[in-house]
């Protein structure tokens, strides 16, 4: 059962949640924005920040002042595609980088509705190979990690690498993975009450922002109708709770059906992108990130 502490926050984001899924655009992206800098103050992250412009876009590096490993994360923020800004990215991977001692690399990239597919996959495409291209981390140094639309832009953007025969990350952390822009899991169903966040309608305003409605099932923008065969190590987390659980649990049953290495972390009772609180249940959840890090560090 989640902790007394998750169980306060759950009741007060489900109050919110008819402001939050009734919003419009500008008030959707105002309100990601206040939830990044609300977890700004609550994540103390031990970690420097220094913004690099990328050309059409920003992003910012995350450094930890204990570095444990020489490698790179490349993290991809969440915000149903529509929203996020620099200080949202740069919370969570401030997160991702103190606890596993490793630099972050965290672009903003472009939004819809006025930046539609491939907008958000090229920026993330670009800041991959300025990772290669400029500062010199082979690709197999990198380690793609994002939540929601980022968790699932992480995932198109190995499609994306494959498709052009490119080196392939290390290993990919997906959060509460925006998998599938067709919303055909059965979660938006079982889940539906129980979600306190999120809204299928909502989800299915933003998937078309995003892209045109016949391309909802191409690999690069749900990369869950994608082929798995030859993907990188996975770690998926995701809530039980939430409506895109059965976008997380899918993407792990296609990976291991296609011989891909993928370990699932589905937490009773929490809800969409819960290791972004500051809950006992988020630091299992990040120790399980650290773990993934370092046991393909020992693989090697």
Not at 36 to 49: M, P, Q, W
Not at 227 to 233: G, V, W
Request: hydrophobic share 40%.
């Amino acid at each position: 059962m989640p902790g007394l502490t998750a169980l306060w926050i759950k009741f007060h984001i489900r109050l919110l949640k008819p402001i939050i899924t009734n919003s419009n655009i500008e008030a959707e992206k105002s309100l990601q924005n206040k939830l990044g800098e609300l977890a700004k103050r609550i994540f103390k992250s031990d970690v420097s920040f220094q913004t690099e412009n990328m050309g059409c876009i920003d992003a910012v590096w995350v450094r930890p002042r204990v570095k444990r490993l020489d490698k790179v994360i490349l993290y991809l923020h969440g915000g149903g595609y529509v929203s996020g800004d620099i200080i949202y990215t740069s919370t969570f991977g401030g997160v991702l980088a103190d606890c596993t001692g490793i630099d972050a690399f965290c672009p903003v990239y472009r939004l819809a509705p006025e930046h539609r597919f491939p907008a958000a996959l090229d920026d993330a495409y670009s800041a991959y190979r300025q990772l290669i291209d400029k500062y010199g981390y082979k690709s197999n140094d990198i380690y793609v990690m994002g939540e929601s639309a980022g968790g699932g832009l992480a995932a198109a953007l190995v499609h994306y690498l494959k498709s052009r025969g490119e080196g392939l990350p290390r290993g990919c952390v997906l959060v509460s993975p925006w998998s599938d822009l067709a919303l055909t899991g059965k979660s938006h169903d079982y889940n539906a009450k129980k979600e306190v966040s999120l809204s299928t309608k909502q989800l299915k305003s933003f998937a078309l922002m995003y892209a045109d409605e016949e391309n909802l099932k191409n690999e690069l923008v749900s990369p869950l109708f994608g082929d798995f065969t030859s993907f990188p190590p996975m770690l998926i987390i995701a809530g039980g709770d939430e409506i895109l659980l059965d976008d997380a649990v899918s993407v792990y049953e296609k990976a291991l059906a296609a011989g891909a290495k993928a370990t699932l972390l589905v937490e009773k009772g929490m809800w969409h992108a819960y290791p972004m609180y500051r809950l006992k249940e988020s630091r299992k959840a990040l120790y399980k990130i650290v773990d993934f890090v370092f046991g393909e560090e020992n693989n090697e």
